[in-house]
């Protein structure tokens, strides 16, 4: 088998770190680049290391990628801006294929691309195609971990509570758990010829489920019918228009939730969908009944207590 040679920008976060680790299980060889005052204590002696602003060092940005196939981003928050420095530098490289950190749904509605952390994902994509740069883009839909436990979808599994919006009683959501993710990534990237992968959006499923049939997980795991609320698709709507205007983090969420209610998110990860080989996949039931759920990362009491009050 031939490895592709990856280099791999933001390994140290909640989804990144099994992304990383799993890359780095793979085989392949993998460089770290990350940005100073980054914990790089726990890589492992294989993964080759280069501290770099990228922003700032441009020129050793593209020295560092001259050995490279693959860009694999996988940086959060403020991050995702910095991803531009990737963008100048591939031209002047080897690197056949980018990346970027994305690990979501495609937003193609026109308020989808106006929620601003879509907006900002989104122009970095399209300004690596105006630099002529072969993409791959990573749709999971939502991790099972953030979804189930600080209520992006309106799901409250610790407090046996759901909101149903328009029609996301019948409708599906994609679901896939970190773990799930991080070996879909070693599957796609460690040997795949990058010419195969350029230009594709690649949609990673693990499981789907109606709310009703998440609703009828909680009822199972509990023993009582879960306290149901219910949001029109205007209510969401307006949320999502709030939100965006008055700069409150929410709008994806909303955002989120209107495309479920309107039978549009399950969609939203493409058509085509990467199957590990040989990966026993996670069921709702074990999940939600099995206790087979891990816990998402530490949040901020103010992050928790807004996603809650979004649950009435
Ligand atoms: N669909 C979903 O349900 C879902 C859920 C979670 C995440 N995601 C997506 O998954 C991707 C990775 O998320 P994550 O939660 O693993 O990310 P994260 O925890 O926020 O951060 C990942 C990496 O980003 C780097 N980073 C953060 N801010 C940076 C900055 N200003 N400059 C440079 N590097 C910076 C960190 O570097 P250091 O090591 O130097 O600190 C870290 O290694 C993101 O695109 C995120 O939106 C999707």
Redesign the pocket.
């Known amino acids: 088998m031939s490895y592709n040679r990856i280099a791999v920008y933001?390994?140290?976060?909640?989804?990144?770190?099994a992304i990383f680790n799993a890359l780095v299980a793979s085989g392949a060889p993998i460089k770290l680049i990350?940005?100073p005052?980054?914990?790089v204590s726990s890589v492992p002696s294989s993964v080759s290391m280069v501290e770099l602003d990228i922003e700032k060092q441009q020129q050793e940005l593209i020295a560092a990628l001259q050995d490279i196939d693959i860009v694999i981003s996988?940086?959060?928050?403020?991050?995702?801006l910095?991803q531009h420095a990737f963008v100048k530098a591939i031209p002047s490289t080897n690197v056949k294929l980018f990346v970027p950190?994305?690990?979501?749904v495609r937003a193609d509605d026109e308020q989808g691309l106006r929620v601003p952390?879509k907006k900002t994902?989104d122009e970095v994509e399209e300004a690596a195609k105006k630099a002529d740069i072969s993409t791959t883009m990573v749709q999971?839909?939502?991790?099972a971990e953030?979804?189930f436990s600080i209520g992006?979808l309106g799901i409250d599994y610790p407090g046996n509570r759901m909101v149903f919006t328009g029609d996301s009683a019948n409708q599906f959501v994609n679901i896939c758990t970190r773990d799930y993710v991080a070996a879909a990534y070693a599957s796609i990237f460690a040997s795949t010829p990058p010419a195969k992968l350029a230009g594709r959006v690649i949609g990673i499923s693990e499981l789907k489920a109606t709310g009703s049939e998440i609703a009828a997980a909680l009822k199972k795991k509990y023993g009582a019918e879960p306290q149901i609320f219910r949001h029109s698709l205007e209510k969401v709507n307006d949320e999502v228009e709030t939100c965006i205007k008055n700069g409150i983090p929410l709008s994806l969420a909303w955002w989120v939730r209107k495309m479920w209610g309107s039978g549009t998110l399950v969609g939203l990860v493409g058509n085509e969908v990467w199957e590990v080989e040989g990966y026993k996949k996670v069921s709702l039931e074990e999940l939600l009944v099995g206790g087979k759920l891990a816990p998402y990362r530490n949040m901020p009491p103010q992050i928790v207590q807004a996603f809650n009050d979004t649950i009435q």
């Open positions: 933001g390994h140290r976060g909640w989804a990144s770190s990350h940005r005052g980054s914990d996988l940086v959060g928050l403020e991050g995702i910095k950190s994305d690990l979501g952390m994902k999971v839909g939502c991790f953030s979804a992006i």
